[in-house]
C-alpha cells in the first residue's frame, strides 16, 4: 500500500541549492529527490519510542488531566510577543 504524500514548500538561499545541487549529482540523484531522500533519513535517525518515552508522556498526559499542568496554545504565545 502507498503512503499518501503531502506536498511542502521549503525556501533556501542560492549558496545552500548550489551545494545541495553538487551534493545530488554526487549522488547520482536529482535536487528534488536527494532533498526526499536526506529529510526521510533525518526523520529516521535514531527515533524509537522507547519504553521510558512512553512512561513519560503518560505522565504528562496524567498530569494534564489532573490540572497539575497548563499548556499555552501557540496562538497565545504569539499574541503575547506581538509576532
Known sequence: MLEEK?????????????KLKIKA???????????????????NDDFE??????????????KKEKGLINFTSWEDVKKKFNR
Open 49 to 62: 519510542i522507547t519504553d521510558a518515552y512512553i512512561k513519560m508522556i503518560d505522565e504528562m498526559l496524567e
Open 6 to 18: 503531502v506536498r511542502k514548500e521549503v525556501s533556501l538561499d542560492k549558496k545552500t541549492i548550489e
Open 25 to 43: 549529482q554526487e549522488d547520482g540523484r536529482n535536487l528534488k529527490n536527494y532533498l526526499e531522500k536526506i529529510l526521510i533519513e533525518k526523520a
